[in-house]
């Protein structure tokens, strides 16, 4: 196994910490309790899975790696340990809060503002592996030309990991069974709300995902959540050659 320090980890834990409206922003409860507690576990909680879907031969050593949609730093300052044998990123459209991460925690981590459409300011097959945590869960019609970039940027081989949302949030949020993989699809809930509520809510069944997100990467793990509100997760595999939103879409194929 690759050697990986535990969440709780001293330079996390001796790390500064956002002001409490930027962690909010980054999926932290509206419900009560310590804000910048809850943000620091969330954060940690999502290194836990993302080190646990890594592969046994996987080391950071050497490494580029890229926290697409990343905030202030939720998930990126719980791999502080690493920053100091790989290369770390995050990136966000949310400019305070990359302002705040470039203020904060780089060095040793780095960070840029993206738009909200590609291109990233990144060369091809420049990262060997991207996480994006409660991104396309949110993504309604860009989701094809950035899951296209994000393969772009990406080299041979390299890995991704992203979360999205399946039956164990269906039933919560709508208080509705679920109704099976072939009538959700890719489901979109309030379209119109607006990013300062969370912006639109997006559902994947497993069979969708495999169609669309399977033509521009190999499945190599998917998760279901199991606990009601619980993200599901993959970890994918870049498949050789270009992808584009185009073929992404398509429904056939």
């Known amino acids: 196994m690759f050697p990986l320090t535990p969440p709780a980890n001293n330079l996390e834990a001796e790390a500064p910490l956002p002001p409490e409206h930027l962690a909010r922003r980054v999926g932290v409860p509206e419900t009560g309790g310590d804000v910048l507690e809850a943000y620091r576990r969330l954060g940690a909680d999502s290194r836990s899975t993302i080190c646990s879907l890594l592969p046994a031969e996987w080391s950071f050593d050497g490494k580029r790696v890229l926290d697409f949609g990343s905030g202030a730093g939720k998930v990126l300052r719980h791999f502080l340990p ?59 019609r860009g989701w094809a030309p950035w899951l296209a970039e994000l393969h772009r940027v990406l080299c041979d081989g390299g890995l991704l990991i992203a979360t999205f949302l399946g039956q164990a949030v269906w039933e919560p949020r709508t208080g509705r069974s679920w109704p099976g993989d072939d009538r959700v699809g890719m489901k979109v809930l309030d379209r119109r709300q607006g990013w300062d509520l969370g912006g639109p809510t997006v559902f994947h069944s497993e069979r969708w995902l495999r169609r669309h997100w399977g033509r521009a990467f190999e499945l190599v793990e998917l998760r279901h959540g199991e606990a009601p509100g619980e993200h599901g997760v993959v970890l994918m595999r870049r498949r050789p050659g270009s992808a584009g939103a185009r073929q992404l879409r398509r429904r056939r194929g």
């Open 82 to 140: 690493e920053a100091e044998r790989a290369e770390l990123w995050g990136c966000d459209i949310d400019a305070e809060a990359i302002a705040w991460l470039s203020g904060n925690l780089c060095p040793p981590l780095h960070a840029f503002v993206n738009g909200e459409k590609p291109p990233l300011e990144q060369p091809a097959g420049s990262f060997d592996l991207i996480w994006a945590v409660s991104v396309f869960t949110h993504l309604t």
